[in-house]
């Protein structure tokens, strides 16, 4: 499986844009990279995958180089509800039954501040 | 709406004791997961089924095990509880292959 590494936390200000880097530098071929958000005592909550080059849609931005070795995820103009725990993950390559499957790392905890 | 609901949300239950999880989807997904959250672990895989009578152990299955009968259920159970399974436990699940996961509520257990 392939493993991520993010930053443990960040701070930020309301209203700035924050990019959160995560490394996966055993990406597989086939590995996509997702998101997710989750609150305090609730399930996390997807946000984003891409497989290259640049994906957006209406919360976040995420660009992913070439060598897929690494990914960013941008979010614009935070506000204090953005405050959460994100997780980068790679799913394992579609083959058999692994499928599907993702591997959680401890992800980053974001604290936006007025 | 279509959504996925974990029962009961709360639970203390004493060590050795058998306790079951509930979880229901209305998706009609296939693939559905179980994890379990602790501090300084994030969550971790506990099993997986990729459709009714599949079933899979991922990477912290010891202690637990799940049955798939319908589409719509993936009860989780603990043969004998011990405290160190005192946890945030989260059901998910998906459409297909690199779809998103849908998350439940969570259980949160304790294990006296």
């Known amino acids: 499986l392939a493993k991520t590494t993010q930053p443990i936390s960040m701070d930020s200000y309301e209203g700035q844009e924050v990019n959160i880097t995560c490394s996966h530098n055993?990406?597989?071929?086939?590995?996509?990279i997702t998101w997710y958000q989750q609150f305090p005592s609730q399930g996390p909550r997807f946000i984003i995958q891409g497989y290259k080059t640049k994906v957006t849609n209406e919360v976040a931005s995420l660009f992913i180089p070439a060598d897929r070795k690494s990914s960013t995820l941008s979010l614009p103009r935070v506000s204090l509800s953005d405050t959460a725990v994100y997780y980068c993950?790679?799913?394992?390559?579609?083959?058999?039954?692994?499928?599907?499957?993702?591997?959680f790392g401890q992800g980053t905890i974001l604290t936006v501040h007025p | 709406d279509a959504e996925i609901t974990q029962s009961p949300r709360h639970k203390i239950t004493e060590t050795g004791r058998q306790v079951t999880l509930a979880c229901h989807q209305t998706?009609?997904?296939?693939?559905m997961f179980w994890y379990r959250q602790d501090l300084g672990h994030g969550l971790r895989l506990i099993h997986y089924?990729?459709?009714?009578?599949?079933?899979n152990k991922g990477e912290v299955s010891d202690g637990y095990s799940v049955s798939r009968s319908n589409t719509e259920d993936l009860p989780l159970t603990l043969e004998s509880a011990a405290s160190s399974q005192t946890s945030v436990y989260f059901c998910?699940?998906?459409?297909?292959?690199?779809?998103?996961?849908?998350f439940g509520p969570g259980t949160r257990l304790t294990v006296l």
């Open positions: 993950l790679v799913g394992v390559n579609a083959g058999g039954t692994s499928y599907g499957k993702l591997t």
């Open positions: 998910a699940s998906s459409e297909g292959t690199f779809s998103e996961q849908f």
């Open positions: 089924s990729y459709g009714v009578q599949d079933t």
């Open positions: 055993n990406i597989a071929t086939n590995d996509y």
């Open positions: 998706w009609n997904h296939n693939n």
